[in-house]
C-alpha cells in the first residue's frame, strides 16, 4: 500500500474524507494526501499513526513540532505575517483549526488567534517543561502540538493562542 493511499484508507476510516472520496492534496508543509472538510464536523474521530507512519507522512521540520512538541523561531514561520482570509488547518490531518478572523498581530512573530474556529477541535494541556506552566494547544484529531495559549491576548477573549506555522497549512478563502 502506497503512503499516499495507506493515509486516504486511515481518513476514510476516520470520517475523514469528503464524501465521494478523497479531496485533493494540501500543500506545502501538510502530510501528503490529507484533506480538509468543507465543513468543519462538531464532533472529531481522533485518528492515530505510529510514530514511523508520522516520519513517513511529515516533513522534518513539521514532524520535529507536532509530534516532538517543537518550537520555530520566532518570525520564521510561513504565517506570522500572513493578512490573507481563510483557514488554517492542522498540518497533520487536515481538520479545521483557525481562523484568519481570530488572527491578530500579538508582535510575538508567531501567528496568533484569539480561539479556535471550534472549540472541540483544539485540545488544551497543561505543558510543564523548561520549567514553566503553560497550556499546550494540540489538535484533537491527530494529537498534533500546535503551540501555546495564553492570557495576554485582545478582547474578546483575552486569549493569546501561540501558533507554530509549520503545524497548518493556511487554504485561502477563494
Not at 44 to 69: C, G, M, Q, S
Not at 136 to 149: L, N, P, Y
Request: hydrophobic share 35%.
Amino acid at each position: 500500500m502506497t503512503r499516499r493511499s495507506f493515509v486516504a484508507a486511515a481518513l476514510a476510516f476516520a470520517g475523514c474524507a469528503r464524501a465521494g472520496g478523497v479531496a485533493p492534496a494540501l500543500k506545502g508543509n501538510a502530510a501528503p494526501g490529507l484533506t480538509t472538510e468543507a465543513a468543519s464536523p462538531a464532533t472529531v474521530t481522533p485518528i492515530t499513526l505510529t510514530d514511523a507512519e508520522w516520519k513517513k507522512l511529515l516533513n522534518p521540520t513539521a514532524y520535529h513540532i507536532l509530534r516532538e512538541e517543537g518550537t520555530e523561531r520566532a518570525y520564521s514561520g510561513a504565517h506570522w505575517d500572513n493578512h490573507a482570509e481563510g483557514v488554517y488547518v492542522c498540518a497533520g490531518c487536515g481538520l479545521q483549526l483557525w481562523s484568519s478572523a481570530d488572527k491578530f498581530d500579538s508582535g510575538t512573530g508567531w501567528p496568533s488567534f484569539t480561539r479556535p474556529i471550534r472549540a472541540e477541535h483544539v485540545r488544551v494541556n497543561l505543558d510543564s517543561s523548561y520549567g514553566m506552566v503553560r497550556e499546550e494547544a494540540e489538535c484533537a484529531r491527530c494529537g498534533g502540538h500546535q503551540g501555546h495559549v495564553f492570557d495576554d491576548g485582545p478582547k474578546p477573549t483575552g486569549r493569546r493562542w501561540c501558533i507554530n506555522s509549520e503545524a497548518t497549512v493556511f487554504v485561502k478563502r477563494a
